[in-house]
C-alpha cells in the first residue's frame, strides 16, 4: 500500500512518520502540509518526497495517514476520499456533525476504507481486554478516566502549543479515547450529561443503551502529579480495569495500518472507523451542548 502523511506537527513527525517508513508492506511516499517547509524537513529526515501540491500526492498513493487538527481534517479527507484514497484518520474526526456526516458518507460514496487511530482501541494488552470484558457483559457501571495535564504549570508537553486544543479542551482531545473503551463495552449511549469542573476539567455521565450507566473525568490542565489514565467496570462478573499502557502510540499505529490494509483488502468496515468516529463527535457534541444549556441531552 503506498500511502501519503498529511500534517508535520509534533504528532507526525513523532508518531505518524517514523511508523510509515519503518511499516513493512507500506510504501512511504511523501509528505504534504500546510508548512511548506515543515513538509520539506519531515520528508528528507525520512527519504521520501515533499509535494507542495494536496492533490499530486493523493493521485501518487493508495491511501493517507493524516495528522492534522480536526478543523482541518474533514475537508482534505473528503478530498482524499474522492480521489479513491483509504482513510487513516486522528480523533476526533471533525468538530462538528456535519462535517463528521460529510466525511461518512465521502466514504460510503467512493468506497474506501477507513480506521480512525483511538490509540488504546489498538493497544497490544488493551484491545484484547476490552473484547474479552464486552463478551463477558452483565456490566452495571463504567467509569473512564483521562486526567491529562498539558496546560498545567511545569508542563513540557509538545502538545500545548497546539491551538485547537486550548479552544476545545479535553472534552474534544481526550473525551474520544475515553468514549473508545467505553462504548464498545458498554453499549451506544443514548442520554448525555457534562458538568464543568476546574479550568477546562469536563464530568460526563452517560446512560447506555443496554441499562449500563458510566461517567467519564477529562482534564488538559489537571496538576502533573495529579494525571493518568484508568477504566473501571463493575457488575455481575466483579471489579475489573483496562491494564495500564506501557508500550506508547508508535506500536498502537502500527496496528492501526494494518486494520486499515485489511479493511481496504477484504471491504469488511473496521469496528473504529469513521461512522463510530461520526458516533464519538454526536456524543461529543451533546456534551457541549448540555454544558451550554445545563441538564441531559438525548444523543
Known sequence: M???????????????APVLAEHPGIEFTGVWG??????AALADAH????????????????????????????????????????????????????????????TARHKVASVV???????????????????????????????????????????AASPWREEKGALW?????????????????????????????VHVVLRHEGGASSTLALSLTAPVEAGGTGMELRGSAGVVHLPERGEGPVRALHRALDALRESARTGEPHPCDVSFGLRVVEILAGAERSLAEGGPVAV
Open 47 to 106: 527519504g521520501v518526497r515533499a509535494y507542495q501540491d494536496v492533490d499530486e500526492l493523493l493521485a501518487a498513493v493508495d491511501a493517507v495517514s493524516i495528522a492534522l487538527p480536526p478543523a482541518v481534517q474533514p475537508d482534505l479527507a473528503v478530498r482524499a476520499a474522492e480521489a479513491g484514497c483509504h482513510l487513516l484518520l486522528d480523533k476526533p474526526v471533525a468538530l462538528t456533525v456535519p462535517d463528521a456526516r460529510r466525511l461518512v458518507e465521502a
Open 117 to 159: 487511530f483511538f490509540t488504546v482501541r489498538f493497544g497490544g494488552e488493551q484491545a484484547p481486554w476490552l473484547a474479552e470484558q464486552a463478551a463477558v457483559g452483565g456490566w452495571f457501571t463504567g467509569r473512564s478516566d483521562w486526567l491529562g495535564s498539558v496546560f498545567a504549570p511545569g508542563s513540557d508537553s509538545p502538545y
Open 2 to 16: 503506498r500511502i501519503g502523511l498529511l500534517g508535520t506537527g509534533p504528532w507526525a513527525e513523532r508518531v505518524h
Open 173 to 201: 482531545d481526550v473525551g474520544p479515547h475515553a468514549l473508545s473503551v467505553l462504548l464498545p463495552v458498554l453499549g451506544d449511549a443514548n442520554l448525555v450529561t457534562a458538568v464543568g469542573g476546574p479550568r477546562d476539567t
Open 34 to 39: 500546510r508548512r511548506p517547509e515543515a513538509a
